[in-house]
T-cell receptor, first 112, second 113 residues
Framework: DARVTQTPRHKVTEMGQEVTMRCQPI?????VFWYRQTMMQGLELLAY????????DSGMPKDRFSAEMPDATLATLKIQPSEPRDSAVYFC??????????FGQGTRLTVV | GQQLNQSPQSMFIQEGEDVSMNCTSS?????WLWYKQDPGEGPVLLIA?????ELTSNGRLTAQFGITRKDSFLNISASIPSDVGIYFC?????????????FGDGTTLTVKP
């Protein structure tokens, strides 16, 4: 059963610490998305990649967030330094270049 | 930027009842998608619509792509307790922004047994 895998599922960290979230897209998918979900803002697109190249990261705070795809099987989202307002559920999704996206289970981040 | 208005925000219904929700936009979309999110999980794609006027079913779910391309509707017939969750619409513009879907704020569905 092909699925997007995200680790960790939960992360609690102190303000100022670096946080790295990882995503393994579905094998064969060439597009990876990072979304952030909060009660106030809903689902926000942070960044997306096609064939490992970043296509758009306009939704991402550039001063502290960075997203990379070191290889086709791994996408990372890093926050440094983390702040309490970064507390949210972060979703990775992958696709095959069509509008249809397949989401992982998310990483619930709490910054205290 | 593009915005989607999804309504209603929440629904409380009795098991067996039919459900309708919709999404409207000020902009045209070339694809409409409907997702369902269960607690603690990521959204799961239910239905994708690619053509204006298209009506597509997936079991008890039926979705329509509005003829103006600015709206979409999702109906659930004969609701059951496992239909509980948050339903999101998403519009996809195509073209240069081929990767960017815009999501609605969701409709939270509660089904009373």
């Amino acid at each position: 059963d092909a699925r997007v895998t995200q680790t960790p599922r939960h992360k609690v960290t102190e303000m100022g610490q670096e946080v790295t979230m990882r995503c393994q897209p579905i094998l064969g998918h060439n597009t990876v998305f990072w979304y952030r979900q909060t009660m106030m803002q809903g689902l926000e697109l942070l960044a997306y990649f096609r064939n490992r190249a970043p296509l758009d990261d306009s939704g991402m705070p550039k001063d502290r967030f960075s997203a990379e795809m070191p290889d086709a099987t791994l996408a990372t989202l890093k926050i440094q330094p983390s702040e309490p307002r970064d507390s949210a559920v972060y979703f990775c999704a992958s696709g095959q270049g069509s509008p249809e996206a397949f989401f992982g289970q998310g990483t619930r981040l709490t910054v205290v | 930027g593009q915005q989607l208005n999804q309504s209603p925000q929440s629904m409380f219904i009795q098991e067996g009842e039919d459900v309708s929700m919709n999404c409207t936009s000020s902009s045209i979309f070339n694809t409409w998608l409907w997702y369902k999110q269960d607690p603690g999980e990521g959204p799961v794609l239910l239905i994708a619509l690619y053509k204006a006027g298209e009506l597509t079913s997936n079991g008890r779910l039926t979705a329509q792509f509005g003829i103006t391309r600015k709206d979409s509707f999702l109906n659930i017939s004969a609701s059951i307790p496992s239909d509980v969750g948050i339903y999101f619409c998403a519009g996809h513009p195509g073209g240069a922004n081929a990767g960017k879907s815009t999501f609605g704020d969701g409709t939270t569905l509660t089904v009373k047994p």
